[in-house]
């Protein structure tokens, strides 16, 4: 099999149908189901003439524009392994990554840090040239070989090379039903950029699989402005990470005909929002779970929605466990995992085979997630085990905390982590970016939370620093806390803090900032 061939054949009985458009305010690139894999086949073509070879590593530099799902699918359909990296990366940042995967060869835009590393570098202009060459043929494969990499965000150490196989693309089928109520009719619009994960795998590759069209913002467009085009071009389901559902409706705009519902990943949603979205457009958001090593695993669907206050159900097909400390099942609270013989789990973490060992129990590969089991048989969880916070004895997730906070309008983003405060002492603090004072926090906290789970700080940022997979990096949060509390002058609300290589703005903050121009878990949900 190839997953790239996978992804193109339902175009083959409706080549004229449109395959992806790229909206604009003015005018839209169109791309049909045949210029699209015409492009991906030249591709193809191309860079096996530039001398890569099949089981080469393709190291992906890529800016937000079709040539990063282009480059991609042309890498795997001609047998070469693609390694898409965020853009937002700095220069030693992928630097430690070239070194572990020694690329063949880099594929970059201008303007995005290369790594200082002798592997030649491919600009990404020739991509036009290499779509009109002769297209190759599909590189066949066995299932279980290795078809891409992808690198964890980081959250609990250094970023690890993430190995899927060509029948991880099988697993995604379980998201259609399971998750998006996915048809061949439909017009899914992602509100991400081209070169994040979540977009390539919802928003492009899955509606691809079926047939069906996928629509993406240009840059430049605004969450504000995505209703409109949205409406205009006649999308029936909104994909995108809360943050951008959270500013969509804070503009003025009616739901259009057509609308089913919205998608949402990357981060937890909170449950007012899903609330605000249902009042305002009659239709549902569906949550997903997952992770760089499984995609998604865990929904809520139209057909199954999410009860609130859970990530909704296991999607069919999937074989998902809670196990206590021994490793049995029970119904929580315990570490969520997966079946090794789901095809959508990885085949492990490059050359670290002693990690990617450890990452297992039996025949389950533990995802580092507590949870409990709800007697509809939904899942909730309860945060990170590595970021469960403890108060005074009590382990407390960030999860709950945080959506009793959330309920303030003006919030903003809200995060909350433990911090140490002494030898053995620890405290739970709440930072936050909007425009609500310390006190309505405070009440809402006491309103709404156990003594022992409310925050006894409150840490007012103009920003949460975030991975760059679009995360929020609670280890970073207590950076801040550490370096405030030595600091003579510390910021104020209105300073803002000197930037680390961690205090990146996730993808879709990205896309929106420089669109007016983003990765969670939690791990990566896509």
């Not at 040539?67 to 991609?72: C, E, H, L, N, T």
């Not at 081209?194 to 240009?218: H, Q, S, Y």
């Not at 945080?402 to 309920?407: F, K, N, V």
């Not at 679009?470 to 002058?489: F, Y």
């Amino acid at each position: 099999m190839n997953l790239a061939e996978h992804v193109l054949s339902a175009g083959l009985a409706t080549p004229d149908r449109l395959a992806m458009s790229v909206l604009g305010l003015g005018r839209a690139d169109r791309w049909s189901h045949a210029r699209l894999r015409q492009a991906v086949l030249g591709t193809a073509t191309g860079l096996l003439q530039s001398g890569l070879a099949p089981g080469d590593r393709l190291l992906m530099r890529l800016g937000n524009n079709p040539g990063f799902p282009v480059a991609y699918l042309g890498a795997i359909a001609a047998g070469i392994v693609p390694v898409p990296t965020s853009p937002m990366l700095t220069t030693p940042e992928i630097t430690r990554i070239a070194a572990a995967i020694r690329p063949a060869m880099v594929i970059a835009d201008p303007d995005i840090a290369l790594p200082g590393q002798p592997a030649p570098v491919l600009p990404a202009a020739r991509l036009g040239e290499f779509a009109l060459l002769p297209p190759a043929g599909f590189a066949q494969h066995d299932p279980d070989d290795l078809a891409y990499i992808v690198f964890t965000s980081g959250t609990s150490g250094q970023p690890r090379a993430v190995c899927h196989a060509h029948r991880a693309i099988l697993a995604r089928r379980m998201m259609f039903d399971g998750w998006y109520g996915l048809t061949p009719q439909d017009r899914l619009l992602h509100a991400g950029a081209f070169n994040w994960t979540f977009t390539l795998g919802t928003g492009l590759m899955d509606p691809w699989t079926l047939g069906a069209t996928a629509l993406i913002p240009a840059p430049g467009i605004a969450p504000e402005q995505i209703p409109l085009i949205a409406g205009r071009h006649g999308a029936t389901i909104l994909a995108a990470a809360p943050g951008v559902f959270r500013r969509m409706l804070r503009a003025d705009w009616r739901p259009w005909p057509g609308l089913r519902h919205g998608l949402t990943a990357g981060e937890r949603l909170d449950p007012g929002l899903r609330r605000a979205w249902q009042a305002r457009t009659g239709t549902d958001l569906h949550e997903a779970m997952g992770m760089s090593e499984c995609s998604t695993f865990l929904s809520g669907s139209p057909a199954r929605p999410a009860p609130e206050g859970t990530a909704g159900f296991p999607q069919p097909g999937r074989r998902i466990a809670i196990l206590d400390d021994s490793g049995a099942p029970t119904q929580g609270p315990g570490i969520l995992a997966v079946h090794r013989a789901d095809p959508g789990l990885f085949l492990g973490y490059l050359d670290q085979p002693e990690e990617t060992a450890a990452r297992f129990r039996g025949d389950w590969f533990l995802t580092g997630d507590l949870a409990e089991t709800t007697p509809e048989g939904a899942i909730r969880l309860l945060g990170r085990d590595d970021d469960m916070m403890n108060a005074g004895g009590f382990r407390v997730s960030p999860g709950e905390v945080e959506d009793a906070l959330a309920q303030i309008p003006e919030i903003g983003e809200i995060a909350a982590t433990e911090l140490p405060v002494g030898p053995g002492s620890s405290i739970i603090a709440a930072f936050w970016t909007g425009c609500a004072d310390e006190a309505r926090l405070r009440a809402a906290a006491e309103r709404g939370l156990a003594r022992y789970k409310q925050p006894r700080e409150y840490i007012h940022l103009p920003a949460l620093p975030r991975t760059p997979t679009g995360k929020i990096n609670r280890r970073a949060l207590r950076d801040v806390h550490s370096r405030a509390k030595h600091d003579p002058h510390p910021p104020t609300q209105h300073d803002t803090p000197s930037p680390t290589q961690h205090d990146t703005p996730s993808r879709a903050q990205h896309d929106t900032s420089s669109r007016a121009q983003h990765d969670t878990h939690r791990k990566d949900r896509t």
